[in-house]
Every structure is written in structure tokens, then in C-alpha cells.
């Protein structure tokens, strides 16, 4: 978990002020205020973006936005985001909003089949910044009878943080590679964030490398919130030797799934993970889309990054990592409340999942899965033209 850059004159710097932010309302809440306090610059990139009462509002807010002369921009993901409408991507234009699709299927660069746009980030006027996990869509803002998909973001409020990240989306937009391969971060002794990048065509692996390093490190306790958990051989390898030295370790999963093929996938672990030493809990209110991990109560991290390979090696995707103990302390709570809602998964209550039909099923989704993962992310890289090739070897 140490940290590659760190200004020498840090400690003379106003430390970045962070928010934890839960998916739903709340999430919602701070996403209509950052577009309506913009004054000046804007950027919005998600993958989802649905045409639905949830996207609506947020369209007439960027419209908002961009008719009192804010610079407004907005990058979705062309599969992600295949239902929003012509009608709707004019409206934006109109009104000066900067839109465009990441990544159509089949382009004369490239095959687009594994290599999404998975990021969600918002950067407001080069000081606020949100990052999580949360997409913009009905069911992640929830409603009156339906409960929101479980999420988690972070607000940062920086300077140094919303300046790079600034030129960062710009980059994206523009298609400029050159700034993608930049380090971000702010932050002193007490409170560090760094912005972590995962981009394995061009040679960003700093998510997994995070999620490595602070496994291999962790002393006493460890808690991940994992959505299509299917993590690979070495990340496995790490749990299991923490949980050996006596490290609790807790997984928050799916109960419930919107890709139920990954959920039987990750069912096939579970007697694995239990005999490893791993507590197990499966949150069965709603679907489960959080990605965030709290270890040793003094680091955290929240983003897109799904501990499987896809996000590993296929998409484009964000994290924000956290050296502070008061922000562990918060992410961790956070947690613990998410826990207090789950059921625990045992040897005992997993008993009548393991019939032979069902234990065939869940191999069979579990290679099916994985299989499908590899072939999603060879084809990422069988690009016709690329710009800078892929930097460096799995390590």
C-alpha cells in the first residue's frame, strides 16, 4: 500500500475532504447539487445511463447546466448506455452538451466486445469530484417500494484532486492516451487519496496491484463488498494465506443478482472460501453492486473495479484509495450495518445448496463464466490500430 507520489511540500496543503456517499437518495442527492452549483465546468462518465425518470432528471439538469454557460460534458458507454434515445442525445446537443458514446461494438479500430467504459465519475468546476460505483438508472436511485441496489461513492472535495482528474476526462473524451498513464493523488501523512486507474490496454493495472498489496499486508481484519466476485488464482492465493495468519476476512455478496449466471458462478466458491477461513454474508434486500474493501480500519477503497477479470483486464475503470482512519472508521461502519442486514453463509445453511444438480449447475456457470470473461477480454486487445500499445506483463 505505499504510495508512488507525494508532493514534498504536502503538509503546507489543505487536506482533501472526503464523503462517503451510499447509493440511492443520497447518491442522487449530491449528483443534482454538484450539476447545480457548477459554474463553470462539468464533466459526467458512466457507463449506464437509462432513459428512465431517474436519467430524465439528470438530462434536465445537464441542461440546466449548459444554458447558464457551464462547459458540460458527458461520456457514456455505447453498450452500457445502448438505450438512450436519439431524441434525448439531441436534446443535450442543443443545448451545448458535449456527448459522446464510448466504444460503439465494431469501429475500424478496434473490436470493443470486453473493453468498456465502466468508470463513474462526475468533476464539477475542478474542485468536486464523485466516484463510485453508482450508475444512473431507476434502480440505483430506488423509490418508495423498491429499495436501491446497494452502493457506495466517494465525494472529494480538492483542488489538486479535481484539476487532474479535470484533464483526465478530458483525456477520455478527446481520446488523448498520453495523460491516462498519470499518477493522481493528494494528501499528506494523516489523509492520502490517491485515484486509481485500471486501463490494462495501456498498461494501468493500479487497482489490482492496490487490492494485492493491501491484502498481502493486512494485519488484523479486512471487509469486501463484492458484486460478480470471481476473483483470479493470485488474488485467491492472498486471501487464503491472510486468512491463514489470522486475518478476519469478510465477504459482503450477492443474495440476489441481476446476472444470475455470475451469482450461481460465485456460489460455486463458497465451499472453497468457507474452508479457507473467510466469513461469508449475502445481502438479500436488493442487488448488490457495491465494489469497496476496508482493511485494518486505515485504508479503503471504492469504485467500478469488480474483483473478477474483466474489470481486471478488460475495462476502463476507476477506484479512489484512502490512507485515514477516520475514513476507514466511516467505510468500515458502513459495512458493518450492510452486514447486520445480511445472512451469514455457513457450512450448515449452505448444506442444502450442495445437491448434486446444484452443485453441477454452479460448476458449470462457474466455467461458463470465466470462459466467457476470457474471451471478452482477448478480444480488447485485438485492435486493428492502437495508438500506444499495452505497457508491461501481469505481475
Not at 449528483?31 to 464533466?43: C, D, F, S, Y
Not at 461458463?368 to 499495452?390: H, Q
Amino acid at each position: 500500500m505505499k504510495r508512488k507520489v507525494r508532493s514534498q511540500n504536502s503538509s503546507a496543503k489543505a487536506e482533501p475532504r472526503l464523503t462517503l456517499v451510499h447509493g440511492g437518495t443520497d447518491y442522487f442527492e449530491q449528483l443534482h447539487r454538484m450539476i447545480a452549483e457548477a459554474q463553470t465546468e462539468l464533466h459526467v462518465q458512466t457507463y449506464i445511463f437509462d432513459p428512465d425518470a431517474t436519467g430524465k432528471a439528470v438530462v434536465e439538469a445537464l441542461v440546466a447546466a449548459a444554458k447558464r454557460n457551464v462547459r458540460v460534458t458527458l461520456l457514456v458507454d455505447a453498450y452500457g448506455s445502448g438505450s438512450l434515445p436519439k431524441s434525448m442525445i439531441e436534446t443535450l446537443q442543443a443545448a451545448g452538451v458535449r456527448i459522446r458514446l464510448f466504444g460503439p461494438w465494431l469501429s475500424w479500430q478496434s473490436l470493443h466486445l470486453g473493453r468498456r467504459l465502466h468508470h463513474k465519475v462526475v468533476v464539477a468546476d475542478g474542485k468536486f469530484s464523485l466516484i463510485g460505483g453508482i450508475n444512473i438508472a431507476d434502480k440505483y436511485h430506488g423509490s418508495a417500494t423498491q429499495r436501491a441496489w446497494l452502493d457506495y461513492a466517494v465525494k472529494i472535495e480538492s483542488t489538486e484532486i479535481g484539476a487532474q482528474l479535470n484533464r483526465l476526462c478530458d483525456a477520455h473524451f478527446e481520446k488523448r492516451y498520453e495523460y491516462r498513464r498519470k499518477h493522481i493523488s493528494d494528501g499528506n501523512a494523516e489523509k492520502h487519496v490517491d485515484i486509481l486507474l485500471n486501463d490494462w490496454l495501456l498498461g494501468k493495472n493500479e487497482i489490482q496491484v492496490s487490492y494485492w498489496k493491501a491484502i498481502r499486508s493486512a494485519k488484523s481484519e479486512m471487509t469486501i463488498v463484492g458484486t460478480y466476485f470471481l476473483p483470479g488464482r493470485r488474488l485467491s492465493y492472498s486471501m487464503r494465506k491472510a486468512a491463514q495468519r489470522g486475518v478476519e476476512i469478510k465477504l459482503i455478496l450477492n443474495g440476489t443478482s441481476d446476472v444470475p449466471i455470475v451469482r450461481r458462478a460465485t456460489n460455486y466458491l463458497y465451499d472453497r472460501l468457507l474452508r479457507n477461513g473467510l466469513k461469508l454474508y449475502e445481502w438479500p434486500h436488493s442487488v448488490l453492486h457495491g465494489k469497496a474493501a476496508v482493511v485494518d480500519r486505515k485504508w479503503t477503497t471504492i469504485g467500478s473495479f469488480n474483483l473478477n477479470a474483466l474489470s481486471a483486464y478488460g475495462s476502463i475503470e476507476m477506484n479512489v484509495a484512502v490512507e485515514s482512519k477516520n475514513f476507514a472508521a466511516v467505510a468500515a461502519e458502513a459495512f458493518e450495518q450492510a452486514i447486520a442486514e445480511c445472512i451469514e453463509i455457513t457450512t450448515t445453511n449452505l448444506q442444502p445448496r450442495q445437491k448434486w444438480f446444484q452443485r453441477l449447475l454452479n460448476w458449470t456457470c462457474y466455467h461458463l463464466v470465466v470462459t466467457g470473461f476470457s474471451l471478452l477480454t482477448f478480444t480488447a486487445y485485438k485492435r486493428f490500430w492502437s495508438p500506444k500499445p499495452r505497457a508491461g506483463r501481469l505481475g
